[in-house]
């Protein structure tokens, strides 16, 4: 734990976090000494402006993105101090990544992909089939296994994109603007899922979304602007 | 290691499912790749089927002695009396009749028009004695009869007849402003003999004022090992400036040049054009690289490695080079296997062949479409693996 301020045993914890980015000859601050802790178990949803660093924010505590310095500890990992190679494995097995569109591979049975983060894993055919079938289940589309994402509505793809991302039982997912590509009732059906996950399945989520709606679903909201948390609020 | 085979697997099933997606630019790529191998092939076959019907016609157990630094029958001179020496050397097999087993020969070049150019080519006219067509392998009159002695005949080797005209049984053509009769057509297994016109030795020497000397003395050796006792009894008899050779080694030696320098040509083009493809199969690499970057960038965030994009990718080039390989090949066996050409030999005469393609040529011609397909796949390989993740899913 970096946070010795902080009394929980933290999922996420974020120590004077800095990230640039440098274009041409400009550099772009988007983080300086950013400070972050999230429980264990928590849903929470980041806000704020384009620009702001939401995804940035989602990409360092996923470890497809380096900071310049400061701490990341993740699931109890310093993601700053992994390799390449490190950051890959720690990511098989403790993240789930949801996606704004899907990000599914078309060429791909529903099966199939969900199946994929399984092949990184040292289950059997039987043992991966079987998860693949009970992640399915779990968001409704049992009966989709062989479709393929072309044969499915952009709802169903979303929630065959949360089955892949839950089927290695992750303990954090990380949601990049899930529902901003789908309509008010199909983003519910999505977000009432990821309550579920939250709720019965004690999943830890940081999702990131510009929609006041969908950030209802999380337990609290952060507001990210110019790379600093500006409001804190408790949500339920 | 189970993991990253099937993470290969799965990436590489990945890519492969995908290509319809970018069907054109991995056609382009796949018909590069053959006709790279299409013309390597064709020269490769060339050559190999020059050097088998030449190399092929030699025998161990016959000796062919020509005059010393000759480099092939047309410019050697043998006389008589060196026949003679030779008849009575050592390691030369006898017949029934107690003679030895020897043919003196002549080995003219006339001319004649090749029936597919129109054009004029010299041929070989080769004049033998009565024990010549015996001291060769497989040698039948298929068509017609053997000369007579002492007459202006001649009889034509099968694959000369088909390639050039005016040769059929019964014709007569001119050569030397002598008349000549077409009384038969032999076979000889498909050897450069086939390629040869033989006549009469003496009618030969006093027509074409050779009377006095052969060119090349063929002797049947009592056994394979007897050349080197030939070889040592003319090499220390002063009388005898000869060479003294196998007719396997003098026919080798006859096809390396020309076979040689057909696949010297060969090489350097299709290598040239191998660079073409090779400029082709990249291209279409990167584009598929790109094409599937955030399809390479989900699976990276999903926990797979960089090793399985870099082999996936890889893989999907060598599969559409070998399918090209193999394309190329095809149409190297449909189109040249068996054709029948003509080219000078090294007599300054023409040698009918045809195009052989064999399996270790096939290797060969897959062995340079993968070549094209790993250097075209290696630095998009490299890229899909070291590609940024963030880069990938959001451009």
Known sequence: ?????????????????????????????????LNLAIPRGDFVAVMGPSGSGKTTLLNLLGGIDRSDSGAIEVAGERLDRLSESELSRWRASHIGFIFQFYNLMPMLTAAQNVELPLLLTRLGRKERRERVETALGVVGLADRVKHYPKEMSGGQQQRVAIARAIVSDPALLLCDEPTGDLDRSTADEVLSILQVLNRDLGKTIVMVTHDPAAAQYAKRSLHLDKGHFIEKELVA | MRSIILQILAVTAINLKSLPQRLWLSLATVIAVGLVVTVLLAFLSMANGFRRTIADSGAEDIAVVLRSGAVSEINSVVLRDQVRLIEDGPGIARGPDGKPQTSGELYLTVNGIKRSTGTKASLPLRGLGPLGPGLRRGVV??????????TNEIIVGRALGKEFEGFELGQTVTFNSTRWSVV?????????????????????????????????????????????????????????????????????????????????????????????????ALNTMYSSVAARA?????????????FSAFVGTLVESLILA???????????????????????????SQVVFNFQLTPRLIGQGLLLALAVGLFGGLFPALRAARMPIVAGLYG
């Open chain 2, 184 to 280: 038969g057509i032999f076979a000889a297994d498909g050897s450069v003999f086939e390629s040869e016109i033989w006549a009469d030795l003496p009618v030969l020497q006093s027509l074409f004022k050779r009377a006095g000397s052969v060119q090349t003395v063929r002797a049947r050796l009592t056994s394979p090992a007897a050349i080197e006792t030939l070889r040592a009894y003319s090499d220390n008899d002063p009388r005898l400036k000869l060479d003294v050779m196998s007719e396997a080694a003098y026919f080798a030696q006859q096809a390396s040049n020309t076979s040689d320098l057909i696949q010297k040509l060969g090489w350097p083009l299709a290598i040239a054009m191998a660079l073409g493809s090779l400029a082709g």
């Open chain 2, 294 to 306: 955030t399809e390479i960038a989900t699976l990276r965030a999903i926990g797979f490695g960089g």
């Open chain 2, 322 to 348: 070998a399918i090209g390989g193999v394309i190329g090949a095809a149409a190297t066996y449909l189109v040249f296997d068996g054709f029948t050409a003509s080219t000078m030999g090294a007599s300054f």
């Open chain 2, 141 to 150: 009159i298929t068509a017609g009869r053997m000369f007579n002695p002492g």
């Open chain 1, 1 to 33: 734990m970096l946070s010795p301020a902080d009394p929980i045993d933290p999922m996420i914890d974020i120590v004077d976090l800095c990230k640039r980015f440098t274009k041409g000859k400009e550099t772009i601050t988007i983080f300086d000494a």
